[in-house]
């Protein structure tokens, strides 16, 4: 079957210059890339994004004393009247 697929230059170039390092045909590279997507788990990439998010929980103290600190500087400099 033949296929005709709108790629932007930059994407296309690297395609072809994979395709070519492993000393394939970029219709042979294009096939199995999208064998592969196929094949791949589908990911959750909200999930992923509130479970990296997540981590960082420990840093919230920290980050309150930062923001204190601005706003102690920000008051020094411009206080409200």
């Known amino acids: 079957m033949r296929v005709t697929i709108d790629n ?3 994407i296309h170039r690297r395609a072809k210059a994979k395709a070519a390092e492993r000393q394939i045909p970029l ?6 890339a999208v064998a592969e997507k196929l094949e791949s788990k589908p990911s959750d990439s909200k999930s992923e994004r509130m479970n990296w998010a997540g981590q960082l929980r420990h840093l919230r103290r920290e980050t ?3 923001n204190a600190v ?3 500087e920000f008051e020094r400099i411009d206080p409200e009247e």
């Open 64 to 66: 309150a004393c930062i």
């Open 27 to 32: 219709r042979q590279f294009i096939t199995e």
């Open 70 to 72: 601005i706003e102690e």
């Open 8 to 10: 932007r230059d930059s």
